[in-house]
C-alpha cells in the first residue's frame, strides 16, 4: 500500500477492512507513506483508506476507499537449462518463500509425475531418457486449499552435445586424436 503526503510533516492513520465488515483495523502515527499487511486470505476483497495528521493537530479527512484482492499468480517466466547434461534443470521467475509444484511427463502420455514440495525456483530432472520429448509446466501453492494455475506447458528433449576439443598429437607414422564432449555419457 503507498499513498503520497504533501506539505508540513505529518504522520498518516490507515484503516483496513474485509469488504462489508463492519470494524476496521487501524494503523496511526505512520511517519512513512508505504505499510504492508500480512496475514491476508487469498481471494478476500479488502479494502483501505488514509487519513494525514497535520503537526499543528488538523486531521483530513480519509481519502477516498481503495480495495484489492490478494491472488495466489503463477509463475512468470520459466525455461530449461543444461540440455545436453542429465539431469537438466528446470527454472522459472516468482518470489521467495513461495511454495511451488513442478510437473513432468513424456510428451503424450497420460499422467504427470509430481516434484516434492518445492522452496526454490529451480528444480533438476534426472533419469531422463534421449531422443525423448518431455513437457513440464509450475504452479504457485498458496495454501492446502489454494494454487495458481499452471504456466504454459514447455516442452524439451536432450540434445546430444557436440564434440568439443579436438586435439591431435602427430608423429611421422602415427597420430594420436582426441576429443571430449560433456553430457549424457555419450561415446564417439
Known amino acids: 500500500m503507498n499513498w503520497y503526503n504533501s506539505g508540513s510533516p505529518v504522520t498518516s492513520e490507515l484503516r483496513w477492512r474485509v469488504v462489508g465488515a463492519v470494524a476496521w483495523t487501524a494503523v496511526s502515527s505512520l511517519t512513512t507513506t508505504t505499510y504492508s499487511l500480512t496475514g491476508l486470505t487469498t481471494g478476500t476483497s479488502y479494502e483501505w483508506q488514509v487519513q494525514t495528521i497535520c503537526s499543528d493537530g488538523q486531521v483530513s479527512g480519509f481519502a477516498a476507499l481503495q480495495t484489492f484482492i490478494p491472488t495466489c499468480s503463477a509463475p512468470d517466466y520459466t525455461y530449461e537449462s543444461n540440455l545436453s547434461d542429465n539431469p537438466i534443470s528446470l527454472y522459472w521467475g ?14 503424450g502420455a497420460v499422467s504427470w509425475i509430481n516434484s516434492p514440495v518445492l522452496t526454490t525456483t529451480s528444480y533438476s530432472l534426472s533419469g531422463l531418457a534421449g531422443n525423448t520429448q518431455y513437457e513440464w509446466h509450475v504452479q504457485t501453492v498458496c495454501s492446502s486449499s489454494l494454487s495458481s494455475e499452471f504456466t504454459a506447458t514447455r516442452t524439451f528433449s536432450l540434445q546430444c552435445p557436440a564434440v568439443q576439443y579436438l586435439q591431435s598429437s602427430v608423429t611421422p607414422t602415427t597420430a594420436r586424436l582426441n576429443w571430449s564432449s560433456y553430457g549424457m555419457g555419450y561415446r564417439y
Open 94 to 107: 516468482g518470489s521467495s518463500g513461495a511454495i511451488y509444484l513442478v510437473q513432468w511427463r513424456v510428451v
